[in-house]
């Protein structure tokens, strides 16, 4: 589930958003918060509104009440994606389980072998338009991982913009292989939050290296950044299943 500060925004959102359009105030907004369960005075209500104004969420039509902006629309989007992300927490679990620490360590070790590569001719061949959106996607993650949202989306977006800044399809083609396993990122973030783990540093070095042009640095970078995803993986297996690779049972 999203934390409460978050659910309490998101059924925010999505009582102005159900509006089809139609201005809405503090205490229809605060029935409906009521009817979620959530117990809030109408008071605190305008309170958080008017956050939502300053924040871009929402636009203030007169006393009629608000309506969502565009940015409003989109925070409402990764909520619900969140939300279901979230849901299906115990379906993702039993993926990791199944696929187990082996094939998981495999599909690592072809990704750093690939991708080491591929940052270093990027840091060759990369584009200014490429570093903006590396750089952009990098700022997006920061402030999804602030707001407590998944950044399994940024992550792949993230490292295709790699893949295509490197200018050779035969490595690109052989990550979109790798990539045909769609949990694999979810997998991974899902992993790196159970042991406290974080990718945020590790993308900035592997952008810097990559936006100065230096491709020595750039894949020394990625395999860092690997390596340490390898060392999630075995510290989680560690934690949750005991020091045998592929155990599937929990321990009490």
């Avoid at 694999?184 to 899902?190: A, N």
């Avoid at 390596?227 to 321990?251: A, T």
Wanted: no cysteine; net charge neutral.
């Amino acid at each position: 589930m999203l934390q409460e500060k978050q659910r309490l925004l998101f059924f925010i959102l999505k009582a102005i958003d159900n509006s089809k359009a139609v201005p809405v105030g503090s205490g229809f907004i605060r029935n409906t918060l009521q009817m979620q369960g959530f117990d809030v005075s109408e008071a605190t209500v305008g309170r958080m509104l008017r956050q939502m104004d300053i924040k871009g969420y929402t636009e203030k039509i007169g006393f009629k009440g608000r309506n969502l902006t565009p940015l409003g629309k989109k925070k409402l989007e990764e909520l619900e994606r969140e939300n279901t992300i979230n849901h299906y927490g115990k379906e993702l679990l039993n993926v990791i389980r199944v696929t187990g620490k082996q094939e998981l360590l495999d599909a690592l070790i072809a990704r750093k072998a690939i991708e080491s590569q591929l940052a270093k001719l990027a840091a060759m061949y990369i584009t200014d338009e490429e570093i903006s959106q590396m750089k952009k996607v990098i700022e997006r993650q920061e402030m999804h991982v602030d707001e407590g949202i998944s950044i399994a989306e940024d992550d792949v977006e993230f490292h295709k913009i790699i893949a295509k800044a490197a200018r050779n399809r035969i490595l690109d083609a052989a990550m979109d292989l790798i990539r045909q396993h769609g949990q694999l990122s979810p997998m991974l973030e899902y992993i790196r939050k159970e042991v406290k783990s974080s990718v945020l540093l590790d993308h900035e070095n592997i952008y810097k290296a990559i936006a100065a042009k230096k491709p020595e640095l750039a894949e020394e970078a990625m395999i860092r950044h690997i390596e340490k995803l390898e060392n999630d993986v075995k510290k989680y297996w560690e934690i949750f299943y005991g020091e045998d690779n592929n155990i599937h049972v929990v321990k009490n």
